[in-house]
């Protein structure tokens, strides 16, 4: 399984951002993480394999919006309203077991290389 991120770059507060994740192979839930600097990973949003239940981090619900098409294999995640403290790295993860979604990174096998998100 290989997972690709695509859609970072820099952005005033306020604006918005779309990230996409594309996958290749067969995965169960998938979720999006993000790192800043010194800082340690943290968990964004999570979604099931049939992309109708989500689990949102607190410090970007409302904001934040993860979906999946199973049809292209591409999970994505709608970013709104961003803040500087919303910059960081961000990752897309992908389980291949058959379990609940999760905002913990060790839930996850599968991790793409990274998209950088900068908001100022």
Wanted: charged share 15%; proline share 5%.
């Amino acid at each position: 399984v290989q997972l690709v991120e695509s859609g970072g770059g820099s952005v005033q507060a306020g604006g918005s951002l779309r990230l996409s994740c594309a996958v290749s192979g067969y995965v169960f839930c998938m979720g999006w993480f993000r790192q800043a600097p010194g800082k340690e990973r943290e968990g964004v949003a999570s979604i099931s394999p049939g992309g109708g239940y989500t689990v949102v981090a607190d410090s970007v619900k409302g904001r934040f919006t993860i979906s999946r098409t199973n049809a292209n294999n591409t999970l994505s995640l709608q970013m709104s309203s961003l803040k500087p403290a919303d910059t960081a790295m961000y990752y897309c993860a992908a389980d291949p077991y058959p379990t609940l979604p999760s905002l913990t990174s060790d839930h996850y096998t599968f991790w793409g290389r990274g998209t950088q998100v900068t908001v100022s």
